[in-house]
Each structure stands twice: as structure tokens, then as C-alpha cells.
């Protein structure tokens, strides 16, 4: 089955600095990559997701890139505020089996 | 639409008694997740449900753990006896369609404390 890994654990970064968290998956097949946000105490949110037929997706501050060769794909937060922080988990499925596996989650901190 | 609604949103109980957790999805939506949440484990797919018919339970940790969507629009997640281990937030979510075609929504959750 799928296995994704991410890192790094936790990041932190001054605000207005970019943040940058890596995701690797071990199913070939895997097609459909999201990346959720969840705050403390809260839900996970979907915040931006990629297919594979793309190389890379972007909205405002947010990025997200693939790498189906190498099998990784990351999310690129640019211009970091305060409000960013939150956990953020990858995640990993392919379409003909219908689950998702999640990374670990990588805990971010924007210090102001 | 309200999302997907999760009762209760807390619930502390003893080890050993029954705890049942509830589940709304979206309105529309052919697919139904459990998912538990703990610092040591991430977020763990439990079970999912297509079309009411649960389609992967392999992640359901043990016997004491169930689940059931009786109707399109309720599910129940079901541990008895309950351990202190199985202290976690659970969420439910759901999706138009299989999770490499659509977004999963998620749940407000179910923070379970078990003493």
C-alpha cells in the first residue's frame, strides 16, 4: 500500500519568509496529492491539491509542486504571516483504490 | 450546506464502557471516512464507505472497533469496551466521489477521552 513520509516535523520561520515542507509517497500509482492546514483544536482543511498530469499549481501564497519521477511533491508558502501556523499534512491516493494516506504532518510556526 | 456534523464533539467515559460516535456527511456525498487522530500515530484511516457499503476496514485497529452506515446521510463508529488507548480525536469526512477524483471534507471531530 501507499506509505508517505513528510518533513520536516516542525519549521519555524520568521514572518515574511518563506516555508517549505516535502512529502515522498511510495505508490507509483498515487495520482492526487492535497495538502490540508489544521489549526489547533480544529479540522483538517484541504488548502490547495495537485494531480498528476501537472507539474505545479500556485494560489496567491501558496504552491504546491510534483515530481512523479522522483515521487515527492511540496508545498511552498511564500511571505508567511502569523496566521499560517497550524499543522500541515499531505496526502496521497490513487484513484482506483479510493484512500488516502496521510504524511505525518509537519508543525509550522510563523513568529512575528 | 452545514458540512459534515460529528457528535458528540467531546466525550470523556470510563474504560471498559460503550462509546458511539456519529457521523453526517455532506449531503450528496458517496463516500463516508473515519479517521483517528493521535500526536504518536498522525491521522490513521479507519474504515470508509461507498454508496453505505464499507469498502476498507483494514485500518480498524481491533474487534472492539466498528462501524455502520445504515442510510446515506448517518454513520456510526462504535468501540466497545472502550481503553484508554483509544483516547484520540476521530473525524469523520466525505467526498462526491473516491479520494483521487474529489476533495474529502472533514468533520469538526470528536475529541474521546477515555479514563
Known amino acids: 500500500g501507499e506509505n508517505v513520509e513528510q518533513h520536516p516535523s516542525t519549521l519555524s520561520v520568521q514572518e515574511g519568509d518563506s516555508a517549505v515542507i516535502k512529502c515522498t509517497y511510495s505508490d507509483s500509482a498515487s495520482n492526487y496529492f492535497p495538502w490540508y492546514k489544521q489549526e489547533l483544536g480544529k479540522r483538517p482543511q484541504l488548502i490547495i491539491d495537485?494531480?498528476?498530469?501537472?507539474g505545479e499549481k500556485k494560489d496567491q501564497r501558496i504552491a504546491v509542486t510534483l515530481n512523479k519521477t522522483a515521487k515527492h511533491f511540496s508545498l511552498h508558502i511564500t511571505e508567511t504571516q502569523p496566521e499560517d501556523s497550524a499543522v500541515y499534512f499531505c496526502a496521497a491516493s490513487n484513484q482506483g483504490v479510493d484512500d488516502m494516506r496521510f504524511g505525518a504532518g509537519t508543525r509550522l510556526t510563523v513568529k512575528p | 450546506d452545514a458540512g459534515v456534523i460529528q457528535s458528540p464533539r467531546h466525550e470523556v467515559t470510563e474504560m471498559g464502557q460503550e462509546v458511539t460516535l456519529r457521523c453526517k456527511p455532506i449531503s450528496g456525498h458517496d463516500y463516508l471516512f473515519w479517521y483517528r487522530q493521535t500526536m504518536m500515530r498522525g491521522l490513521e484511516l479507519l474504515i470508509y464507505?461507498?454508496?453505505?457499503?464499507?469498502?476498507?476496514d483494514s485500518g480498524m485497529p481491533e474487534d472492539r472497533f466498528s462501524a455502520k452506515m445504515p442510510n446515506a446521510s448517518f454513520s456510526t463508529l462504535k468501540i466497545q469496551p472502550s481503553e484508554p488507548r483509544d483516547s484520540a480525536v476521530y473525524f469523520c469526512?466525505?467526498?462526491?466521489?473516491?479520494?483521487?477524483?474529489?476533495?474529502?471534507?472533514f468533520g469538526p471531530g470528536t475529541r474521546l477521552l477515555v479514563l
Open positions: 469526512a466525505s467526498s462526491l466521489a473516491a479520494a483521487g477524483e474529489e476533495t474529502q471534507y
Open positions: 495537485i494531480r498528476s498530469n501537472v
Open positions: 464507505f461507498n454508496n453505505n457499503v464499507p469498502i476498507d
